[in-house]
C-alpha cells in the first residue's frame, strides 16, 4: 500500500517534481498573481465605463457598478481558480480597499472645494494686506493669521504643559481619589460646548479688568479650557503604553524617578504624544464661537495679544460669508484654504519634533 504523502517517482531532469499531495488532494493550491486584484478593478472599469458610456451613466452609477463588478467578478475568479479559502481572502480584501475609498470621499471632496474656492483668491496680496480700505478687488487676511497664530500659540502654552503634567501626575504618580477625581472632572470637560468655554473666559476677564475689556488672552484662555482635556487624554494613553520593564531598567541603574519620566518614559511616548497634542490644537484652530464673544472682530492688525480686539481666520470666514456677495465668499474660501495650509504645517513641524526627539529619531 502507498504511503499517503508519498509521491511518484520521476526523472528529474525530464519532469518537474509533482505536487504533494494527500490521496490525491494537493496541498498547495494553484495562486493567482500578485496583480490580478488590480487587473481585475481595470477590467471592471472598462467594462462598466464603456457600457456607462454608451448608455449615458452618471459617474456616480459608474463607480459603484465598478465597485460591484469588481467585488463579484475577482470573488469568483479567484474561486474557480484558488478555492473558497482564497476566494474569501480575496473578497475582505476589496471590500477594505473599497471602505478605505469610501471614507476618502469626504476629505478628498472637501480639500478640492476648498482649493477650487480659495484659489480665485488666495496669493501674495491676500496673505499680506488686511481688509483696512479694501474693495471687491482686493483686501486679505493678513491681520486673521496672525491673530490665529497667536492666539492659538498662547492657549498651547497654556494647554500642553498643564496637560502633560497632569497626565504624568495621573499616570506615574498614582495619585490616588485625587487622580479620580481630577480623571472625572477631565471627561466632563471633554464635552464642554466652545461657547461655554467663551462664556467662562469672558466671565473670568469681566470680574477682573471690566465688561469692555477684549484681547487676545482672553481668547486663548478659552481655547485652552477646551485642548486641556484633549491633551491629558491623550498623553495619558499614551503614557500607559509605555512598558514597565524600561521603567524598572531605569531604577535597577540608580536613575532617579523624575529623570527616568523625561529620559525614558516621554521620549518613548513621544510620538503619541505629539499627535495628541496636534489634535487639540486642530481641534480649537478653527472654533469661532468662543472668539466671537472675547475676542470680536477688527478689520486692522493687531500684533498685541494682550490689549484690544483681534482678528483670526474662523472669524473672518465666518464674517465675509455672512456677508454673502462673490467677493467676500472668495475671501471666505481663501481663508478656509489658508486655515488648512496652517494646520498641514504645523503637523509637519510635529512630524519633524517627534523624528528628533524620539528614540529612532536623529537625536541618540
Known sequence: MRHPFSTPKHDPLADPPPALTIEGIPLVATRLPAWFTWAALGAAFILVGGLGLALSWSPAVILVLTALVWLVGATAASWVREGGRWARNTMVTILVHLAFAVAMVPLVSLVWMVLVGGSARFGADFLLTNMRGADATNGGFYHGIVGTLQIT??????????????????????????????????????????????????????????????????????????????????????????????????????????????????????????????????????????????????????????????????????DQYSRGGADNMERAWAGALTLIIIVMLLNLVARLITHYFSPKGGKR
Open 153 to 318: 500659540g498662547i492657549a498651547s502654552l497654556i494647554s500642553v504643559p498643564l496637560g502633560v503634567l497632569t497626565a504624568i501626575f495621573l499616570v506615574e504618580y498614582n495619585g490616588g481619589w485625587v487622580a479620580r477625581a481630577v480623571t472625572f472632572l477631565v471627561d466632563v470637560m471633554t464635552g464642554i460646548p466652545s461657547i461655554v468655554a467663551g462664556l467662562f473666559a469672558y466671565t473670568v476677564f469681566l470680574m477682573v479688568l471690566g465688561p469692555r475689556y477684549q484681547a487676545g488672552i482672553v481668547g486663548a484662555v478659552a481655547l485652552s479650557v477646551l485642548m486641556t482635556p484633549v491633551v491629558v487624554r491623550s498623553v495619558e494613553e499614551m503614557l500607559k503604553l509605555v512598558p514597565n520593564e524600561l521603567r524598572e531598567a531605569s531604577y535597577a541603574l540608580g536613575v532617579p524617578k523624575w529623570l527616568t519620566i523625561v529620559k525614558v518614559v516621554l521620549r518613548t511616548a513621544i510620538s503619541g504624544m505629539t499627535t495628541g497634542v496636534m489634535i487639540a490644537i486642530a481641534r480649537v484652530i478653527g472654533e469661532t464661537a468662543p472668539l466671537l464673544i472675547t475676542v470680536g472682530l477688527t478689520i486692522r492688525t493687531n500684533n498685541n495679544p494682550f490689549e484690544g480686539s483681534m482678528s483670526t481666520l474662523p472669524v473672518l470666514v465666518y
